[in-house]
């Protein structure tokens, strides 16, 4: 039995991304707090899908800003 991981799994649950329909726990990483379903539910499939798209390009575009984009070496 080991107790030192129950203070570390209380704070990790918080930090855990809810749907604000659903209440359904948000596995990945994505800028809205909304699950596929309910997305789908309130904007339809294609408006969902724009909408997470413009969030993806939006973080990938940050982080090129700070990492620099280096290009392949194709020989
Ligand atoms: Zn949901």
Redesign the pocket.
Known sequence: MTNSSSGKSQIKEKMIKK?V????DLQDKRAID??D??GVGVWGQRMFNTILQGMNEADKKGDLCLEHEIPENKN
């Open positions: 749907c329909y659903c209440k359904n909304v699950c379903k309910c």
